[in-house]
């Protein structure tokens, strides 16, 4: 949403006349191709220019048309304004991760690290798979599809309060199953275990 967007904007009430719409689709789809040549030459890749020049047109779709001396040429803009955004989001992405990673080249610390990461990522799915189906399915619609709380409830027909009680559950449950992993780990018949 831009800064003129405001709540009325987005309003059906406000929806373009039938010929703005047509004009918009018409120019939009002149342009598509080079719109998606130039976003793939920036981004590397065809399927993301691709996907990128789709939100563009849902961006404009959503929003009420307004006349624009050369529609094709603010669409090129747009688009490489888009791929300029893209870059920028994926170059703060990957300094993240660069940040997470270990701070030397050990390869041994790190293939430890990573086979310690498949080993409590295993308990962590089978202490899921131990779930109710309910239960489960709240919790991957939340960490995996980046569905909010609200939105589960509506979608589900429960209150937020009992989709958040769901979730408890299933943290609690895979929290159990990561704290038991040193014991499970480090454990010998021998030892002490009161």
Known sequence: MSDHDSPADLDPAAAPAPGEEQ??????LAQRERMEAL????????????DL??????????????????PGTYLLRSARNLAIDHLRGEGK??????SLGPEHDGTTASLET??????????????????PERTRHIFLLNRIHGRTYGEIARAMGLSQSAVEK???????????????????????????RR
Do not use: Y
């Not at 404009?60 to 050369?70: A, C, G, H």
């Not at 992405?93 to 660069?98: E, F, G, P």
């Not at 990573?114 to 089978?126: F, I, S």
């Open 23 to 28: 004009d918009f689709l018409r120019v939009f």
């Open 39 to 50: 976003v793939s030459r920036r981004v590397g890749c065809r399927a993301t220019a691709a």
């Open 53 to 70: 020049i789709q939100d563009l047109f849902l961006r404009f779709w959503k929003r009420p048309m307004r006349q624009l001396d050369e």
């Open 93 to 98: 992405r990957n300094r993240s991760l660069d």
């Open 114 to 131: 990573a086979l310690q990461a498949g080993d409590e990522l295993r308990l962590v799915e089978a202490a899921l798979r131990g779930l």
């Open 166 to 192: 769901h979730m408890m559950r299933a943290l609690d449950t895979c929290k159990a199953a990561l704290e038991a992993t040193p014991d499970s780990r480090g454990a010998t018949p021998g030892n002490d």
